[in-house]
């Protein structure tokens, strides 16, 4: 059977501490807007924020679970490196200073695939990084954001994966998933899913003398990757299951719907629909700014309220 190719990445969830120094570093620092504020959907104690552009366009969601108890992660194979973001070539020198600025070290004059990238980490520890490109992207930029429009953040360039063993991995990008290669560079191969170019890579490299990884504040969980609606989303799950790799039964997650397996490596892997979309509850205008329970959660709302931390 024939597997549909995924179309690049949709969206991609990680862990952070405080919510409320969550919440003012991806809107505050990085411009980014929320574009959702809901509950961990399997554990509604707990927040979870969705940064995007304007409209929560798939392909620029960095989504957050903020525990305020959970141990920092553990780092190691099995586990995502780094999230890059794509930045108008020409932006980097503004973003140095403004990341300075804001307190955070960075590493700046790095080039990677002849682009240029800084490097720095989130309050929480997750490594980010903004690289320069002159792609055309999917993307609606923001007139309330923080940061200056010829500056906004293009939504993912990239997702690096530390691996233990690349083959497995390899196979399934390239055998199930339609990732092609693109480029090696400095102990790093890129590949390209869908119609190419920023936004549709993924960057695997091995590290078999590090220690297996583990999740905590400051990792990522998961990496959602494009799919255009449920039937190509259970069609590729078919062949996943066939492949032996025990996808999930497709989770309605209101905003998309999603199907959920580990790689061969064990970072955990999710395709999402590109629709409905954050607007199915919300007024675009509004997007973010009442917390929102998914339908089957609304009834318990007083209670879901009373538990989650103070942001205010
Ligand atoms: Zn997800």
Same mark, same amino acid.
């Given at each position: !059977? ?47 924020? =969705? ?12 989504? =957050?679970?903020?525990?305020?108890? !959970? ?13 890059? =973001? ?18 955070? +070290? ?8 002849? /682009? ?15 690289? +320069?490109?002159?792609?055309?992207? $999917? ?63 993924? $960057? ?29 989303? !259970? ?27 580990? /790689? ?17 509850? /919300? ?5 973010? +700014? ?7 959660? +609304? ?5 879901? /309220? ?7």
């Amino acid at each position: !059977m024939k597997s549909p190719a995924v179309h690049g990445i949709h969206h991609i969830t990680a862990f952070a501490g405080d919510p409320k120094r969550n919440l003012d570093f991806y809107t505050r620092v990085l411009g980014l807007r929320l574009v959702k504020k809901s509950v961990n959907q399997d554990a509604p104690d707990v927040y979870h924020f =969705f940064f995007a552009d304007a409209h929560g366009t798939p392909g620029t969601d960095l989504t =957050f679970f903020p525990f305020n108890h !959970m141990s920092k992660q553990k780092d190691g194979w099995g586990l995502v490196r780094e999230v890059s =973001f794509a930045v108008p070539t020409g932006s980097l020198a503004w973003w140095e200073t403004h990341l300075k600025e804001s307190g955070l +070290e960075v590493q700046a004059g790095i080039t990677r695939f002849d /682009e240029a990238v800084i490097t720095f980490r989130d309050p929480d520890g997750l490594r980010l990084s903004l690289t +320069e490109t002159t792609a055309p992207r $999917e993307v609606v930029l923001w007139d309330r954001s923080t940061v200056p429009a010829e500056h906004q953040l293009r939504g993912f360039h990239t997702v690096r994966l530390g691996l233990h063993t690349p083959a497995p991995t390899v196979a399934l990008l390239t055998q199930i998933m339609g990732f092609r290669g693109v480029a090696d560079d400095n102990g790093w191969t890129r590949y390209e899913s869908g119609a190419g170019g920023s936004g549709t890579y993924v $960057e695997l490299a091995a590290f078999p003398d590090e220690p297996q990884g583990r999740w905590g504040v400051g990792g990522v969980h998961h990496v959602a990757w494009r799919l255009t609606d449920a039937e190509e989303e !259970m069609a590729l799950q078919r062949v996943l299951a066939q492949a032996g790799l025990s996808p999930t039964g497709k989770i309605d997650r209101f905003w998309f719907e999603s199907v959920y397996f580990r /790689e061969p490596n064990g970072i955990v892997f999710e395709l999402a629909t590109d629709g409905p979309g954050f607007h199915r509850d /919300e007024d675009m205008d509004h997007l973010g +700014e009442e917390l929102i329970l998914p339908p089957w959660l +609304e009834p318990k709302r007083a209670e879901i /309220e009373a538990a989650l931390p103070s942001i205010g």
